[in-house]
């Protein structure tokens, strides 16, 4: 029994395994964050890690994450900076709108209310578009409307995406006043932990829209290579559709 326990294999220990990821990936993230203007390719990264995380294709979490840094660095800035600069123009504009128009009841909700559906759809496109800049190579222009569209064509998982993030953030809010300690582990982990859990949802969303493999091919290659030696000969006894497939791959090469 304990010998099971203290198998790493253990899914226990995976599962701590991966909170360690968080807290790398954390540190990671918060570090290459800190100029402000790389925050969008400090995201675009952290969301690489964690898709491939919950795919279980991970290969170290400082090797994949400044893979992503430096790859989607150009596009990422570019798409970070507008996005920056529009929230910081909303934020203002509410408080803005809030002060002035303040005995205006009717036009301050309004125009209010304006703002606050801009906002709402600002963070449906940050919700998506580092995580689809990190998976899909596309154009600027191409990868923030699919954002965009994919927040409204699965508005479902935008908002368990967005409710599960307001969850965690309340649930260290509140042990803050009653177990400071899971708040600590928390705050530890960041917004990683969010990005995880986002990750598990959009996994399945991306997968709609990722080349699919013709298994036929497979069934057609396979057969040809039981037939050949390693040096790429013919083992003695090949069958004459093994021979005739052969022709048919070289003259498909020779075109």
């Not at 909303?90 to 809030?98: K, S, Y």
């Not at 994919?150 to 809010?173: E, K, P, Q």
Request: hydrophobic share 50%.
């Amino acid at each position: 029994m304990l010998q099971g326990f203290f198998n790493y294999d253990n899914p226990i220990w995976r599962f701590v395994g991966r909170l360690g990821d968080m807290i790398l990936l954390n540190v990671l993230w918060i570090l290459c964050s800190l100029p402000i203007v790389t925050i969008g390719a400090s995201t675009t990264a952290l969301y690489y890690c964690t898709l491939k995380i919950v795919r279980n294709e991970d290969d170290g979490d400082i090797k994949m994450f400044f893979r992503s840094f430096k790859l989607n660095f150009k596009q990422a800035t570019i798409i970070w900076i507008p996005m920056l600069l529009l929230i910081m123009l909303l934020v203002f504009d509410f408080n803005f709108f809030g002060s002035v128009l303040a005995g205006a009841g009717a036009a301050r909700i309004l125009l209010q209310g304006i703002t606050i559906a801009m906002m709402v759809i600002w963070i449906f496109v940050f919700t998506y578009v580092w995580p689809l800049l990190s998976r899909f190579d596309n154009t600027v222009k191409n990868t923030v409307t699919n954002a965009a569209y994919m927040s409204i064509r699965y508005l479902g998982s935008t908002l368990s995406m967005l409710i599960s993030d307001v969850i965690i953030i309340a649930i260290g809010y509140v042990a803050l006043f009653y177990m400071a300690w899971i708040t600590a582990f928390m705050v530890l982990m960041g917004y990683p932990l969010l990005a995880w859990i986002n990750s598990t949802m959009l996994d399945h969303i991306f997968e709609k829209y990722m080349p699919k493999q013709d298994p036929s091919r497979d069934k057609e290659v396979r057969p040809i290579l039981q037939d050949l030696n390693l040096d790429g000969t013919l083992k003695e006894g090949s069958s004459e559709d093994t021979v005739h497939d052969l022709e048919n791959l070289k003259n498909k090469n020779e075109e």
